[in-house]
């Protein structure tokens, strides 16, 4: 059953084949083109913009709307101010060939000037808010494995140009093990005109968060600024950020990720007041700002948005703080679930994760990742969104692995890996309760803990399941009888307590058991979509599926073949909470 979801949700456009997030992100395209020779706000007549930095007031300045890249520039070059790029027909057959390089248009990136202009889509109070004189440094991480040249160096580009140098320590750039020769000494020998990029090489592959983890330990900055190596920083991006970790050490803020077309490369507008949230399993997805909320906190387009779960590439964060919190669980692999992991521990340790909408940063969203993941992509990702539940979701953790993932919980299928530090650093922190964090952070959230509870109706029968003296009888419905409360849970489980109904392979017997996760044979199929008829209670043998069925005589219930329209295989339980 799917819950009912608001047009606007973009959660399931991001849920590829496998059912793993792809995290693609809709935009909507620029206005239209400006005439040749008119330049992007924040440039007057192709020069670059001297901002007036004082204003009387002191230990503050304006934000420095900064620029570099807007010398005189060529208005006709490919792509230039971030409008749509047009290859001609005679190039298709290019375009594509290269495409999978990048799983984008490799091909136009490669026209695009590396330091092109980008249209400032800022609210347009930004360019006048005041940030403090003295800002923590950063240190920005970029990861990369085989990324495109010209999108690595782009992003490289647009950071160093449009960051205040005095606040950009270093940008240190992360190889996790390229096989890409361009990324080897040509690479070097083009940073080596910068001295504040840096290069680490790691000896193996260690997927991103690994990578990330690689980077943070050498950096000198007082701010780790984590971004994805296929962005586009616009003007004025870093000090919103800084602020907010000046202000208060614990906040953890991102940018607004904008849309760099995979198809034109032009850079896309975004709605505003979207935040990232997650629908279970673990899925991440953005989400308006519902409006009665954005009402009762009068908040204009500029205001930090509060952000239930970070899409997970690019944010800052204080070093310190970092580490505080045991930066990421170094046994996640590759891809995928880190973003849940810190969001999760961030809120539910004592931090803040905002989204700063006076700072934009456009990432070119692939319909897939480029590059091998050295196991299974789906098994590696669900690994790791298990490791994540495990430590953090409490009792909520069986909503995840009711929605497809019980597979997860049998360790001879899965090893999720060893979580004894994961599960002390929390206690070691004390970190709040999965519970708190959704009553408080994310209260929109609908998060029932069992699907359905309450008296088990026969339909036939007229007649309600019960436990009697160890064994499973029918009684007289009495909604005040405990011998007549099950729940219908999310490991499938027609359950009362800690005993669970049991059906044996294919004969037709029936027992109650002690509930426990990875046994088959407690598991029923049973729909809760429409809440208002009674439906079947299918045992799970794949082969042979047996319903659930009340003898006539009101004597025990027994397993037999399903039949569509027999009522006494129909039943209904008090409650649903999924529809
Ligand atoms: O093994 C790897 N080693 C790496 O160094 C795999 C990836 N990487 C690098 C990669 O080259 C890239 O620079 O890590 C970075 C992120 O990988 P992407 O671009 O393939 O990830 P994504 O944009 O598809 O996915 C989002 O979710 C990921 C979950 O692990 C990470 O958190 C990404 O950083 C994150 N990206 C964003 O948040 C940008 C906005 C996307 C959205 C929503
Ligand atoms: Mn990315």
């Known amino acids: 059953p799917t819950p009912q979801k608001k047009p606007s949700e973009e959660v399931d456009k991001s849920v590829d084949e496998l059912g793993v997030k792809t995290n693609i992100r809709t935009g909507s395209p620029l ?6 020779g008119q330049v992007a706000r924040g440039e007057v007549n192709g020069e670059r913009v001297q901002q007036e930095t004082t ?68 609210p347009e109070s ?140 032009s850079y896309m507008l975004v709605d505003n007041f979207q935040r990232g949230i997650f629908k279970w399993p673990l899925v991440f997805g953005w989400s308006p700002l519902p409006a009665e909320y954005i009402k009762k906190n009068n908040m204009t387009i500029s205001d930090p948005i509060r952000c239930p779960v970070m899409a997970g590439g690019l944010f800052s964060i204080d070093k ?34 905002e989204i700063i909408p006076c700072s934009r940063v456009g990432h070119i969203f692939r319909g897939k990742n480029p590059y091998k993941f050295p196991k299974d992509r789906q098994k590696t990702v669900e690994r790791n969104l298990a490791r994540v539940a495990e430590v953090w979701l409490d009792e909520y953790k069986d909503l995840f692995y009711g929605h497809g993932y019980h597979h997860l919980l049998d360790k001879r299928l899965t090893d999720i890996g060893n979580l004894t530090e994961q599960i002390e650093l929390r206690k070691r922190l004390r970190c709040k309760s999965f519970k708190w964090y959704l009553d408080n952070v994310y209260p929109d ?42 729940n219908y849970t999310w490991m499938k489980h027609v359950r009362q307590q800690e005993v669970c109904v049991a059906h044996r392979g294919a004969g037709t017997g029936l027992a109650l058991q002690t509930c426990h996760n990875v046994e088959p044979e407690l598991r029923w199929f049973h729909q809760t979509s429409n809440s208002a008829t009674a439906e079947h209670l299918v045992a799970g043998v794949a082969s042979h599926p047996m319903c659930l069925e009340a003898g006539p005589q009101s004597d025990a219930p027994r397993l037999s073949q399903c039949e569509p329209s027999n009522a006494f295989q129909k039943w209904q339980f008090t409650h649903y909470h999924v529809q």
């Open 126 to 265: 930004c360019a006048q808010s005041l940030v403090h004189d003295d800002l923590p440094s950063t240190s920005v991480i970029f990861c990369f494995v085989d990324e495109v040249w010209s999108t690595l160096l782009r992003s490289v580009h647009s950071v160093l140009n449009r960051s205040p140098p005095h606040l950009l320590k270093e940008i240190i750039l992360v190889d996790d093990f390229s096989s890409k020769d361009n990324l080897k000494e040509p690479l070097d020998q083009y940073m080596a005109q910068f001295p504040k990029v840096r290069i680490v090489r790691l000896k193996e592959r260690q997927g991103l968060i690994r990578a990330r983890l690689a980077g943070a330990a050498v950096a000198k900055g007082e701010v780790l600024t984590f971004l994805d190596s296929h962005v586009e920083c616009n003007v004025g991006w870093l000090e919103p950020l800084l602020e907010r970790i000046y202000l208060d050490r614990k906040k953890v803020p991102c940018p607004v990720i904008e849309v760099i077309s995979d198809k034109d490369m």
């Open 31 to 36: 206005p239209a083109p400006e005439p040749p």
């Open 445 to 486: 959230m609908v998060a029932p803990l069992v699907k359905a509870e309450g008296l088990v109706f026969n339909r036939g029968l007229r007649k309600c399941l019960a436990v009697q003296g160890g064994s499973l009888t029918f009684e007289t419905c009495d909604l005040s009888k405990q011998s007549q409360h099950f």
């Open 320 to 353: 310190k703080y970092f580490y505080e919190l045991g930066s990421y669980d170094p046994g996640l692999d590759v891809w995928g679930g880190e973003n849940m992991e810190i969001s999760f521990k961030i809120w539910m340790c004592g931090g803040e994760i």
């Open 55 to 122: 204003v009387g007031r002191p230990g503050v300045h304006k934000v420095l709307s900064l620029d570099a890249t807007l010398a005189p520039r060529d208005a006709s070059a490919v792509g230039q101010f971030g409008q749509a790029a047009q290859v001609a027909s005679d190039e298709d057959a290019e375009v594509r060939r290269r495409w999978d390089e990048g799983h984008f248009n490799v091909y136009l990136s490669d026209k695009i000037p590396l330091d092109r202009a980008v249209p400032d889509t800022r």
